[in-house]
């Protein structure tokens, strides 16, 4: 992810030289403007948003950004206004040829990690998670929330989005829930399995209602990660993939670096190979490696540059058995 904040550090020319020229992007701004303001997903900063990627050599591929919209999962008054405010984004979007926005479904927070600074290979640190250490804290400020609530909320707002989706010819990719628990903290969680991301599919069979194939959570929802990629991938609805691993189980987990995971890196690229896939794929999560002082938890310049390398590798490596 190629933050459009950061044009001028290190990460983009970075990438530049090692041959990225697809971006997944977010919108800089106040996501909550005040009256008679421009909102990040309004036409004309979106505009010059896509106009510094591309001026600094990237297609924007991916929008992994979105405007508030809590109340639309809670089912609260309110949320016409935020689904709404996604609609507007998804038409701006179509109007830019932006073709995919990576979207989510965990209520009142996003991913959760209870440790940034987890000792890993020569010194690097990765990020880390123990449900104990979590469930230990206080209970959620806005009480809880069962999955069939949350289910009917998302069925709500889809049965509103994918119409304009539809007409924007935008893809909407759900990114599993990180970790993949239900419930956490006391609210439900529904993007936390294999069989909730079937379920997602069945609401809709509207070509624009697919799937953000993050595999480090995929990695803690099933035994066979090449398997489901085959599963998921064969309905055409795996949009989007971010390329990570994890060690351990969902109950306690810490990042990796992409070569020392347990899974079968290779072989998932072979899934992706055998079903087709064309989208983007970025590297996530990555760890914090020496000299990166302040850099921010799972995305360091220098473990990213790291992980592009590797995955150019697999690629590679298994277009020669194509």
């Known amino acids: 992810m190629l933050p459009a904040d950061r ?12 041959g990225v020229a697809d971006a997944v992007g977010t919108l800089p701004g106040d996501p909550r ?6 909102a990040p997903w309004d036409y004309l900063p979106m505009v010059r948003t896509k106009d510094l990627y591309e001026r600094n050599g990237f297609d924007l591929g991916v929008i992994e950004w ?9 089912g609260l008054p309110g949320r016409d206004e935020e689904i709404e405010n996604v609609c507007t984004l998804l038409r701006n979007m179509g109007r830019l040829g932006i073709p995919v926005w990576c979207y989510e479904w965990m209520t009142d927070r996003n991913w959760v990690r209870t440790s940034t600074a987890i000792p890993a290979r020569g010194g690097s640190t990765v990020t880390g998670f123990d449900r104990a250490v979590f469930e230990a804290g206080p209970p959620p400020r806005n009480g809880t929330i069962s999955e069939e609530q949350l289910w009917e909320n998302l069925e709500y707002f889809l049965a509103r989005v994918l119409p304009v989706a539809e007409e924007a010819g935008v893809r909407l990719a759900m990114h599993p829930d990180d970790p993949p628990i239900s419930p956490l903290g006391g609210i439900g969680r529904i993007m936390s399995s294999v069989d909730g991301f079937r379920r997602l599919l069945e609401i809709s069979d509207s070509p624009m209602n697919g799937v953000t194939f993050c595999q480090g959570n995929f990695r803690l929802m099933t035994d066979d990660l090449p398997a489901t990629i085959r599963e998921i991938g064969d309905t055409g609805r795996i949009f989007f993939v971010h390329f990570r691993d994890v060690e351990g189980t969902v109950e306690k987990f810490s990042e990796t670096w992409h070569d020392a995971g347990p899974t079968d890196m290779r072989a998932c690229v072979e899934a992706y ?3 087709g896939f064309d ?6 999560h990555v760890p914090t490696l020496h000299g990166e ?3 921010q938890a799972g995305y360091g310049v220098l473990g990213r540059l790291y992980a592009v390398g590797y995955i150019r590798g697999l690629i590679e490596g298994t277009a020669e058995r194509a």
């Open 33 to 38: 403007p005040t009256a008679g303001e421009d």
């Open 66 to 74: 979105r405007p508030p919209f809590n109340l639309a999962k809670r």
């Open 7 to 18: 044009a001028d550090g290190n990460l983009w020319p970075l990438m530049r030289q090692a």
């Open 273 to 275: 190979r055998g079903i």
């Open 279 to 284: 989208g983007v794929m970025r590297s996530d």
């Open 293 to 295: 002082v302040g850099a």
